[in-house]
Nanobody, 116 residues
């Protein structure tokens, strides 16, 4: 059974930092691209960043490039998102999943709230 568990969210002030984690189980994690997504209140879920299995290629949405860093540890079946210089517009529920192909079962997400 595939399971994605996101964690690490919280409440921070503008300019602060958070590190999100995504723990995967029931999937061949080390062989698939993975990505981060987010959904703000009243908006559709949107792409944030993605990473290839070997971590060689990383892609970011323009809104987070230069502030966020995606990484992964295949030995731990875990992906990370280091978020620096957070802004109020980064407030959302953050999810991890495959960025291509059939999505895995979505996790519960982790809430990130950035206060002005």
């Amino acid at each position: 059974q595939v399971q994605l568990v996101e964690s690490g969210g919280g409440l921070v002030q503008t300019g602060g930092s958070l590190r999100l984690s995504c723990a995967a189980s029931g999937v061949n994690f080390s062989n698939i691209d993975m990505g981060w997504f987010r959904q703000a209140p009243g908006k559709e879920r949107e792409f944030v960043a993605r990473i290839t299995p070997d971590s060689y290629i990383r892609r970011y949405d323009d809104s987070v490039r230069g502030r966020f860093t995606i990484s992964r540890d295949n030995a731990k079946n875990t992906m990370y998102l280091q978020m620096n210089d957070l802004k109020p517009e980064d407030t959302a529920v953050y999810y991890c999943n495959r960025p291509n192909g059939v999505p895995l079962s979505w996790g519960q997400g982790t809430q990130v709230t950035v206060s002005p």
